[in-house]
């Protein structure tokens, strides 16, 4: 079965989470919960680097983060997308509108 592990690091203004296996409909609720709980009241950085796997129901919580973000007035940010995980994002047609970062200084510079 396919697994996701979420490492969570609290940084001056956002909250990274640092994801590393499938995110796919059987490994997405965890990441659901968190992401919409931190982005309510923080920037939230998703590091994409280590993302083997992906799926629709991954991307939905992406694009999901993204739009309550923008509700709430903070941001998420995609860091470093694997080529997997830019592929699947680049496919919904949205790319240019995701926060695509290479380092979590950049969050200060955006926010």
């Known amino acids: 079965m396919d697994q996701l592990t979420i490492r969570e690091k609290v940084g001056a203004n956002y909250m990274l989470l640092e994801l590393s296996g499938a995110l796919n409909a059987y490994t997405v609720a965890e990441l659901q919960d968190k ?3 931190y982005i309510l009241d923080s920037n939230v950085v998703l ?3 280590l993302i083997t796997g992906m799926d629709s129901s991954g991307v939905g919580v992406v694009l999901a983060g993204h739009n309550d973000g923008e509700k709430f007035g903070t941001k998420l940010f995609v860091m470093n997308p ?4 830019r592929h699947y994002l680049e496919r919904t047609g949205f790319w240019d509108t995701f926060y695509i970062i ?5 969050v200060s510079d955006a926010s």
């Open 35 to 37: 992401v919409f709980t």
């Open 82 to 85: 694997s080529d997997t995980a």
């Open 47 to 49: 590091d994409m680097s």
């Open 102 to 106: 290479h380092s979590v200084t950049e």
